[in-house]
């Protein structure tokens, strides 16, 4: 079981170029919006067509721009769910499950798997409601029970989450984890949330401007992005141009510092990154005297802003964030970080 | 007093006739010129929307310039019998040409306002594309189709210009209301006139008071 992606297609100002594999697992392509993941999604799916490239699932061919092959849509057996769920809202919550079984014939084999799926996504009972007397919950599982009941291949998620309100969206990722562990094919979601990335997904593709930086496993890419869109992508607030002094040490002339760092410096070292909560008064190493700039409570957090005493003054400020119980009284003198915690990031 | 009905009777089967030729052809163009290269698309617009800005009478003249009698078309057409001058269907052609363009344009504003993910959506279930476009797309574009059918019915009922030039007016054979209130009116018969502006007002009206109800009950329907 595989989905072979080789994909080239215009777009705009800027090349989509990709090129990757999915197996039985979860995969997220994180990128931020505009930057070719839908289309991504759309064009193994077969709505949109690429320029050139390859498609294969499961050793069937889906598209191949050498040969001439572009199966129509209906015959890529490819579930995708939109972000809108697109339902459809002249039909009944039955009539739009049914219509992902238009391809069984047996009339009694479908009303069978239509009760089964009905009990399998918790619907018993709305079947003949219309999608817009759903909530947003009831709407997506009525969208994947949609799609699942047409057995496809592969499942393209299109940000799942992003039509729910906060207070739903916790609940709907775990049971929507819980079904894709069950659901043994590959699956391919696309978002810009790296919280739903994280939650989700056993393996991450970062996207940038049409193409793929890096495909690795999530805790992996959280704990070296390598790149810094991919830094930007996972939610790092604080990265600052870098050059190598030696093997374990590099300058950051903008922040005015020069840090130790665990792993070995490449050469062609860009810049480098700290994670807003990797910041510690207590820590011995790489410790500088900072200065106090503003803060911002949340609810059970704090980001207090510093800066380097030897700053760019024309440089943003640093971003501490830390547990309100933890913050101490009287903002510190000197801040320090482990040689692990700096990233290092070289596109 | 004896009145003679056939206008009545002639103008509905024109503007019915006619209506029904356009509901398809207008969303046959709809659909398809949504899909044409963005320049080829630009000209067949201004073509097909033409009818409905030029004044009627043009419309007429040049319906005249292809099928009448002595025109090659219209020459062939007659080896089968076929002749839209001087006849009740000339009627049909004339109000089906300038009703036309009011179909089109609210059909293709409906396509273009639709939701093109739910057509995704059923491509990728295996519905087909046929399926689609009458289960999905057409019940989710149903106000703007509707509109614009009975727009193009009324402005089919209506009609005067292209259909005087094409089939004039002839008691009993080509006459529909609107010629036969010009011709009453233009020979001095007041309350004749009078008579069919009333039954013109009654029947547009209706037709009216209609769409608004089902536009309600449909409303209704949506909000339960």
Known sequence: MSLQVTIQKQLGSFLLDVDFEAENEVTCLLGASGCGKSMTLKCIAGIEKPDAGHIELDGRVLFDSETGINLPPQKRQVGYLFQNYALFPNMTVRQNILCGLSREKDRSVKEQRLADMLRLMQLNGLENHKPHQLSGGQQQRVALARILVSDPQVLLLDEPFSALDGHLRDALKIELRDLLERYGHEVLMVTHDRTEAYNMSSRIAVMHEGRLLTVQPTKALFADPGSVPAAVLTGCKNIAGARKLDAHTVDVPQWGVQLEVAQEVKDDLKAVGIRAHYFNPNAARNRFPVSYVEEMEEPFETIIQFRYIGQDPDSPPIWWRLAKDRRPGQFPGELGIAPANVLLLYE | ?224
């Open chain 2, 1 to 224: 007093m004896s009145v003679d009905w056939y206008p009545l009777w002639n103008s509905l089967r024109i503007a019915a006739i006619s209506c029904v030729l356009v509901f398809f052809l207008g969303i046959f163009f709809a659909y398809y010129a949504a899909k044409l290269p963005r320049m080829i698309k630009g000209i067949l617009d201004v073509f097909l929307t033409l009818p409905m800005v030029l004044p009627p009478t043009v419309c007429g003249y040049f319906l005249l310039l292809i099928f009448g009698v002595k025109r090659p078309l219209g020459i062939f057409l007659l080896q089968f019998g076929v002749k839209f001058v001087m006849t009740w269907y000339g009627g049909v052609l004339a109000a089906a040409v300038v009703a036309f363009p009011l179909m089109y344009r609210t059909a293709r504003g409906a396509f273009e306002s639709f939701d093109k993910t739910l057509a995704y959506s059923g491509q990728t279930l295996g519905l087909s594309n046929t399926y689609i476009f009458w289960r999905v797309r057409m019940p989710a574009c149903r106000q703007g189709i509707l509109a614009g059918t009975v727009l193009a019915f009324a402005r089919a009922l209506g009609e005067y210009g292209a259909t005087s030039m094409l089939i004039g007016y002839t008691p009993g054979r080509t006459a529909t209301i609107s010629t036969t209130v010009y011709q009453l009116w233009r020979t001095n018969d007041e309350a004749g006139a009078l008579f069919w502006v009333l039954i013109n007002l009654a029947i547009s009206t209706v037709v009216l008071l209609t769409v608004n109800m089902l536009e309600a009950r449909q409303k209704k329907a949506v909000a339960k």
